[in-house]
Structure formats: structure tokens, C-alpha cells
């Protein structure tokens, strides 16, 4: 049985399982080169897939943190790659509230790992935020930055404040049914061959 505590070993899995649920999210944002539309249709296959991978990544390190670091680690990443300073500390934020609803059920309540995932799966919005404050403020700034402005100009027609909040919304079903999809996956192929347990 694994410890429901931090274990120095859990590091590896949290490495392992980031570069997976990242390439993941890379490979089908890359839908964006079609236009926004096809860059949200991306993010939310994307959730969906990781949906199986953070249902196995929360039985293979079943203590609170492991989603914690996950979400800092894919928030540094992010910021990396240009989206703003306080996704890194969100995402972590969004990774303890998966790793608090999850520990509730012990980490092996297949609902409430379900539930802390769809809590976590709206990081990907996180960089719209500011569009809630002031989205004049947010697009003159993609326009100054962006090498492609017609794609911003897409971008600015499909977001508002209304459209960031039914998206966020929309991922955390999104999330849930990648969760629930995950672990139907786990329980008929990973359980039953004895890869995992529950």
C-alpha cells in the first residue's frame, strides 16, 4: 500500500507524469496554426487525454503535494513559454485544491479524484484573466507583442469577459469527463492487468 505522505520517490513520478501531460497539451494546441477556434478545440482534447494521465499519475503518487508540485511545475513551464508571472503560483494553487478534495477519499476515491481534476483542468485559461479587469489593456498587449496579429485580432473577437468564464466553466466539465474517461480506462486495462492498484 502506498503512503498517503510525501515520499521523496513521488519526485519521479511528478517528473514523469509533467512531461506527459505537457507534451500532451502541446501536441494538440498545435490545432491552433487553424485559427483560435481550432486552439480551444485543442486545449480541450488536451484535457480530456490528460484526464487519463493525471487519474493514473494520482494512483501512482497518492499523497497530498504530488499535484501541487505537478501544477508548479507545469504553471513555470507556461510562464517559460510567455504567459504571464502568476499562472505558475495559480496552477500550483489549483494543484493543492486537487490534492485537498483528493485527500478526503484517501486518494483512491475514484469520484473525488475525478472532482479534484476538474478543479485543476482550468489552469489553461488562467492568461484571460486579465480580460475580467481590463481586456483593452490585454490585447493592446498582444498586439504589441504578437508576430501573427490577425490571429490576435481572432482572438479578441471570441473573448470577452462573458466567453473567459463559460470557457473556464466549460473545462472544468471538460476536465470531468476526461477524469471519468481516465478511470474506465485505469479500471478495465491498468487494474485488471495488474499494473496499478486501487
Same mark, same amino acid.
Given at each position: 500500500?502506498?503512503?498517503?505522505?510525501?515520499?521523496?520517490?513521488?519526485?519521479?513520478?511528478?517528473?514523469?507524469?509533467?512531461?506527459?501531460?505537457?507534451?500532451?497539451?502541446?501536441?494538440?494546441?498545435?490545432?491552433?496554426?487553424?485559427?483560435?477556434?481550432?486552439?480551444?478545440?485543442?486545449?480541450?482534447?488536451?484535457?480530456?487525454?490528460?484526464?487519463?494521465?493525471?487519474?493514473?499519475?494520482?494512483?501512482?503518487?497518492?499523497?497530498?503535494?504530488?499535484?501541487?508540485?505537478?501544477?508548479?511545475?507545469?504553471? %513555470?513551464?507556461? @510562464? +517559460?513559454?510567455?504567459?504571464? !508571472?502568476?499562472?505558475?503560483?495559480?496552477? #500550483?494553487?489549483?494543484?493543492?485544491? =486537487?490534492?485537498?478534495?483528493?485527500?478526503?477519499?484517501?486518494?483512491?476515491?475514484?469520484?473525488?479524484?475525478?472532482?479534484?481534476?476538474?478543479?485543476?483542468?482550468?489552469?489553461?485559461?488562467?492568461?484571460?484573466?486579465?480580460?475580467?479587469?481590463?481586456?483593452?489593456?490585454?490585447?493592446?498587449?498582444?498586439?504589441?507583442?504578437?508576430?501573427?496579429?490577425?490571429?490576435?485580432?481572432?482572438?479578441?473577437?471570441?473573448?470577452?469577459?462573458?466567453?473567459?468564464?463559460?470557457?473556464?466553466?466549460? %473545462?472544468?466539465? @471538460? +476536465?470531468?469527463?476526461?477524469? !471519468?474517461?481516465?478511470?474506465?480506462?485505469? #479500471?478495465?486495462?491498468?487494474?485488471? =492487468?495488474?499494473?496499478?492498484?486501487?
Amino acid at each position: 500500500m502506498a503512503t498517503r505522505y510525501f515520499n521523496p520517490k513521488y519526485l519521479v513520478h511528478v517528473g514523469v507524469f509533467s512531461a506527459i501531460y505537457i507534451v500532451v497539451f502541446l501536441t494538440t494546441a498545435a490545432l491552433g496554426i487553424f485559427g483560435p477556434p481550432f486552439l480551444f478545440l485543442g486545449w480541450a482534447i488536451g484535457t480530456v487525454l490528460n484526464g487519463i494521465v493525471l487519474m493514473l499519475f494520482r494512483l501512482r503518487a497518492p499523497c497530498f503535494g504530488a499535484m501541487t508540485l505537478l501544477g508548479l511545475l507545469e504553471g %513555470l513551464i507556461a @510562464v +517559460g513559454s510567455g504567459y504571464p !508571472w502568476y499562472v505558475a503560483p495559480l496552477t #500550483a494553487l489549483l494543484g493543492a485544491g =486537487a490534492d485537498a478534495i483528493a485527500q478526503r477519499g484517501g486518494f483512491t476515491n475514484r469520484t473525488l479524484n475525478m472532482i479534484g481534476y476538474g478543479v485543476f483542468a482550468p489552469w489553461i485559461a488562467l492568461p484571460f484573466l486579465p480580460i475580467l479587469v481590463n481586456s483593452q489593456a490585454y490585447f493592446d498587449m498582444l498586439y504589441a507583442k504578437a508576430r501573427n496579429k490577425a490571429f490576435v485580432a481572432q482572438l479578441e473577437h471570441y473573448l470577452n469577459g462573458t466567453t473567459v468564464i463559460l470557457w473556464m466553466g466549460t %473545462l472544468v466539465l @471538460v +476536465g470531468l469527463v476526461g477524469a !471519468w474517461l481516465g478511470n474506465r480506462i485505469i #479500471a478495465k486495462h491498468f487494474v485488471k =492487468a495488474g499494473l496499478v492498484d486501487t
